[in-house]
């Protein structure tokens, strides 16, 4: 590509970013200071445990112990936040939000190459791209410290790297991190890893890709067993998860597959949980009709369905993609798997489909005329992120003490 191409695409992937960080900051505004309290906040957030990984984040003694499912999340974020800090000082609470935005552009950054590298134009990447930014997905998980805006990263990762074998080969070494980042911060996204493996290599050579992966990554935990405080193995297992498992408050197959698949792109109406004083009330969509939130998510949502079905025949059409195709299915249909039988509020895990439900989406433009795919998901970006802003709003505001 051209070095003036190169220096256009820049531009634009960095005003994109800039202009979701600049959305993150606007709604991360409205979040009460009670959210971060470790007496109050926890399980307030859809679920989230934000007061812990707030203090996971800045704190090496606070207690890691959900490493167990978060193989090295601790020795990876800690420092970083660490050093951001001690390059823009500020309070806890500030040293943790700024890595998140730092991750927030980083992912749109990525997804903007995504988009390129799966053959599209600049302003398709750039529609798509703010589509993105304009989920609720998007809007709720990277504007909060947590760990799944890095997990979502990491996938992205994985897709980057599948993406750019179709163009040219790609090292062992290349699949070999891409399999660790995917298996470094949530343990059940290796399976991206694994399925990147097993479509790019003999099936002797992935494993030992993914074996050495999983050595890597296992030293690496047992160092962060003796750096942080209560910081499990997660080699070991966690017999906790499946206190998750097949939960009746979880709703039915259909909730389920409307928060993998709807919830992600435009949020229905938030509900309030009572819960137990001092803690907030608890907020969740889980039973929520999709469309719910108003004309313009129902809006939004129609137009996502239209492109995600667009996208599901574009990926069939190209043969030259296959292998990219069966690595995105893979990864998308162990991740629908998983969430049709663990938790009870699915909008939790929306920001590990947003790069996967995204990337399928995208192939719209192989099954549509790309200026009409385009202008598909540029409406739906407009509706939808008009739509999700109001809903956290709204969430926020629902998140009262209870009495």
């Not at 390129?116 to 609720?136: D, E, K, P, Q, T």
Request: hydrophobic share 60%; proline share 5%.
């Amino acid at each position: 590509m051209p070095r003036r191409a190169l220096a256009w695409d820049a531009l634009v992937a960095a005003l994109l970013a800039l202009a979701a960080v600049l959305l993150l900051t606007k709604l991360a505004r409205q979040l009460p200071p009670e959210l971060f309290a470790r007496d109050s906040g926890l399980d307030a957030w859809f679920q989230s445990d934000t007061p812990r990984v707030l203090r996971n984040m800045v704190d090496a003694q606070s207690n890691h112990y959900r490493t167990k499912v978060h193989p090295i999340a601790s020795i990876l974020i800690h420092p970083m936040v660490t050093g951001l800090r001690a390059l823009w000082p500020g309070s806890d609470l500030q040293a943790a939000m700024r890595f998140a935005y730092l991750v927030a552009a980083l992912w749109v950054l990525c997804f903007y190459a995504l988009c390129r590298l799966l053959g599209n134009g600049r302003f398709v990447a750039m529609c798509f791209s703010l589509l993105a930014i304009g989920s609720a997905a998007f809007q709720f998980w990277f504007s909060v410290p947590e760990t799944y805006a890095l997990g979502s990263l990491s996938l992205l990762w994985v897709l980057l790297v599948a993406a750019l074998a179709v163009h040219r080969p790609v090292s062992d070494g290349l699949l070999l991190a891409a399999s660790i980042a995917s298996l470094a911060i949530t343990v059940t996204n290796w399976v991206a890893g694994l399925a990147l493996a097993v479509v790019q290599r003999p099936w002797r050579r992935a494993l030992a890709i993914s074996a050495a992966a999983f050595v890597i990554v296992a030293v690496f935990a047992v160092a962060q067993r003796f750096l942080y405080s209560f910081a499990k193995l997660f080699f070991l297992g966690s017999r906790e998860e499946a206190d998750y498992v097949n939960l009746e408050r979880a709703g039915t197959v259909l909730n389920k597959l409307a928060a993998m698949f709807w919830h992600p792109l435009s949020l229905p109406e938030v509900l309030s949980v009572a819960s137990v004083p001092p803690k907030l009330n608890w907020l969740t969509v889980q039973l929520s009709t999709p469309a719910s939130g108003g004309w313009a998510g129902g809006a939004a949502l129609l137009l996502w369905s239209l492109l995600l079905a667009a996208g599901v025949v574009g990926l069939l059409r190209t043969p030259r993609w296959r292998r990219f195709a069966a690595v995105l299915g893979l990864t998308l249909a162990a991740q629908v798997a998983l969430h049709l039988v663990y938790g009870d509020e699915t909008f939790l895990y929306a920001a590990h489909f947003l790069p996967l439900l995204m990337a399928v989406a995208v192939f719209a433009t192989r099954a549509l005329p790309p200026t009409l795919a385009a202008a598909m998901a540029l409406v739906a970006a407009g509706l939808a992120a008009f739509h999700n802003a109001a809903m956290y709003e709204a969430a926020t505001g629902l998140l009262q003490h209870a009495r």
